[in-house]
């Protein structure tokens, strides 16, 4: 028998899903999360789940981990104290940034504070041309004094950002040599190796946040790995990526940056292996936790990766999925703004004191608070009744925010949850409407320990018809970590023009990306049969700022090296293999584009000449993953899952309806539920509403549609 262990850490809870590969069942496991050291509670979480399946640690073939550290450390600026050499005349470029604000209308924006002191940002006379000769030669007198000052002025981290360090590397690698010469204590990193790409701000800030993160997640990585090796785990553990990938705790511990979307992105990944159990690819993910809510667009069953984001404040420039978050969570207080209004989000509770109703003595009412009040939350417990909740507390909250409105108890209560399902419905739309996707045309999935609670009503707002809640929603994101494989990203910045000169250049560009896949596989001991690669072109009209992924998957390296993984969008280019098709490469990859600047953005420009700008190579490598078995049919009727009835506070349907309580581990496939009802389980509560029907499925999740 062999466990694989999928743990999630987040602002409030931490989960554990186990696995049993030799039978197939799941075991899903939730303990407080630690904010003061995250390590602690998921050891404590693995050691509980492991005793509860009466396993031992050595049972354990595989452990993944999401974790919300460096996200953390960014937020509340807990980074490490950072230097940064650049070339000389640069050092500012770190504050100067763009010509543009967050809020075009707001003058008096507040900019995020800025990673490295203007002190400890040091200059070096050298300068590498566009082309990659040599300038000015690098003055390793002056880095070598520079690295002395930064090691006396006692910073934990350096970053090295120089001009053009993407096309010639030989200037950063010779400050990474003098660093580990000068100053091995520190960490440190050198541009090119974190994002080698254009773009001297996005690629400063990215090698920069990379340092600033890097003695943290360090030191997080090797508490847990001692933590757990206290336990008698001996499987390699692993972290997910942004990319939704997962890599070694060496590799995250060296590019922290790669994980501050670490714990959501594994909630997509598992939702659209839930999808594709229940036969549908166009999704939109819902993950509403305690503190915010993270959302996704699925097409054709992939999830857009962005290989930049601004994260907190912050330009990163490394491939993340494309995940939306939104301060609204089942910990976010509601308040009374300045004009009498009422807000909830993006301030949450927490995990400590966590809402009203935990006991803890916090006073503000938050979305937790309104859910119990209202009665589609269990008034007496939660966590299968390991939490107990205080109902009389989250009604005074909720009585006391009232009068400051001028509004009854429940009226203020359903208030609050009308509030927050606008602000996750506006965060929905900017991931479909403002890209040219209709949400109607998706279904929601929703997971997180609150996504069922309010995904009814959210649909509702959007118009969208069907909802999937996964059977073990509250834990989905650890799901998740049992269901994704390794892998990495590859790029490389090479402007050039779109016509048949430029089928060197790709070949060359693509034929570095596969060496540097091939060293990473190999350091990774993975199999030829297990590897894959996708690659991609960043594609745009010559003198735009923004560039578009074309997927191309041409065959130019030998078939033994890696399996080409099937196309990812429909805009994928297919040529003929053996890299002998430079016309209708050329052309393929001309159409592709024009395809999707038309979807996008309305129109395409065929007369104006195109540029490739970075080739990008997605290398993974397929590890064995938990699989699902359908159940058989039971029919229709959940009559055997009914627990009992309490009045729910329901403003469609009058006001409190008398309403069926079902046991959600009772039910079975083919049951067939009619709103308005409550589905409790120890990980989330799913609220059907009035019009709304109710189904299981084969593999146990729950579809909700709207009733005949």
Excluded at 509 to 524: D, K, Q
Excluded at 576 to 588: L, N, Y
Excluded at 668 to 696: C, K, S, W, Y
């Amino acid at each position: 028998m062999a466990w694989r262990i999928g743990v999630d850490s987040g602002g409030t809870f931490t989960d554990v899903c186990l696995f049993d590969d030799r039978t197939g069942s799941v075991v899903v496991w939730k303990v407080p999360s630690t904010p003061d050291d995250p390590s602690r509670g998921i050891a404590a979480g693995v050691e509980q789940g492991i005793a509860r399946v009466g396993a031992r640690a050595a049972d354990v073939a595989y452990f993944g981990h999401g974790t919300t550290v460096a996200t953390n450390a960014l937020i509340q600026h807990k980074g490490a104290k950072t230097g940064l050499i650049t070339t000389d005349g640069f050092r500012d470029l770190l504050e100067i940034g763009r010509q543009k604000r967050p809020d075009l209308y707001d003058s008096q924006v507040d900019k995020p504070p800025v990673l490295v002191s203007r002190d400890l940002r040091i200059e070096i006379p050298e300068r590498i041309r566009h082309d990659g000769s040599v300038e000015i030669p690098l003055d390793e007198a002056a880095l070598r004094a520079a690295v002395r000052k930064l090691r006396d002025a006692g910073v934990a981290a350096v970053a090295v950002c120089f001009l053009y360090g993407f096309v010639a590397e030989t200037h950063e690698a010779m400050a990474a040599r003098i660093l580990a010469d000068e100053f091995p204590e520190a960490f440190s990193c050198v541009s090119h190796a974190v994002a080698p790409e254009f773009r001297e701000f996005e690629r400063m800030s990215t090698v920069v946040v990379n340092a600033y993160l890097g003695p943290v997640m360090q030191a997080y990585i090797r508490r847990l790995a001692d933590r757990l090796a206290s336990l008698g785990l001996t499987a390699p553990p692993h972290l997910t990526q942004s990319n939704g990938g997962v890599i070694s705790f060496d590799q995250a511990a060296r590019l922290p940056v790669r994980t501050v979307l670490s714990g959501p992105s594994t909630g997509v990944v598992g939702a659209r292996e839930v999808g594709r159990q229940a036969g549908l690819t166009e999704l939109i993910t819902f993950d509403m936790g305690g503190t915010s809510s993270d959302v996704a667009l699925l097409s054709g069953g992939e999830c857009r990766l962005a290989s930049e984001a601004v994260v907190h404040g912050y330009p990163i420039k490394a491939p993340m999925l494309d995940i939306h978050t939104v301060g609204a969570g089942g910990g976010s207080i509601a308040f009374v703004d300045s004009g009498g209004l009422l807000k909830v989000g993006p301030r949450s509770a927490g995990a400590d004191p966590g809402p009203v109703c935990y006991g803890r003595s916090a006073t503000e009412p938050t979305v937790t608070d309104a859910n119990v009040v209202l009665g589609i939350l269990n008034p007496s417990f939660l966590l299968g009744g390991r939490m107990a909740v205080q109902y009389d507390l989250a009604a005074e909250s909720v009585t006391n925010l009232a009068r400051q409105l001028g509004l009854e108890t429940m009226p203020t209560a359903q208030g609050i949850v009308s509030v927050v399902t606008a602000n996750m419905a506006r965060a929905i739309r900017v991931i479909s409407v403002q890209r040219g996707y209709d949400p109607r045309d998706y279904t929601l999935v929703a997971f997180g320990g609150a996504g069922p609670l309010h995904a009814a009503r959210l649909a509702r707002e959007l118009d969208i018809s069907r909802v999937l809640v996964p059977v073990s929603p509250g834990i989905l994101c650890a799901m998740g970590l049992l269901l994704t494989d390794l892998r990495t990203d590859f790029a490389l910045t090479r402007l050039t023009l779109l016509n048949e000169a430029a089928w060197p250049v790709l070949q060359d560009a693509f034929a570095t990306l596969t060496a540097r896949a091939e060293a990473w596989f190999g350091e990774e001991g993975i199999p030829l049969e297990a590897r894959h690669i996708v690659r991609t072109v960043d594609m745009r009209y010559a003198g735009q700022n923004y560039e578009l992924p074309i997927p191309l998957t041409t065959v130019m390296v030998p078939p033994a090296m890696a399996a080409e993984s099937p196309p990812s969008t429909p805009c994928a280019v297919q040529s003929d293999t053996g890299g002998s098709a430079p016309v209708s490469t050329i052309t393929a990859l001309a159409t592709a584009f024009a395809a999707a600047h038309q979807r996008l953005y309305g129109f395409a420009a065929d007369d104006e000449p195109v540029q490739l700008v970075t080739f990008r190579l997605e290398a993974s490598a397929v590890v064995p993953k938990a699989t699902f078995v359908p159940h058989p049919d039971a029919g229709p009727d959940p009559t055997d899952a009914i627990t009992g009835h309490r009045p729910v506070w329901l403003p469609e349907a009058g006001g409190f309806v008398q309403t069926p309580i079902y046991d959600r581990t009772l039910l079975r496939p083919g049951n067939i539920i009619q709103g308005p009802a409550i589905i409790e389980q120890m990980d989330a509560t799913t609220l059907v509403l009035h019009d709304m029907i109710a189904r299981v499925e084969p593999y146990l999740n729950l579809i909700l549609e709207a009733a005949a």
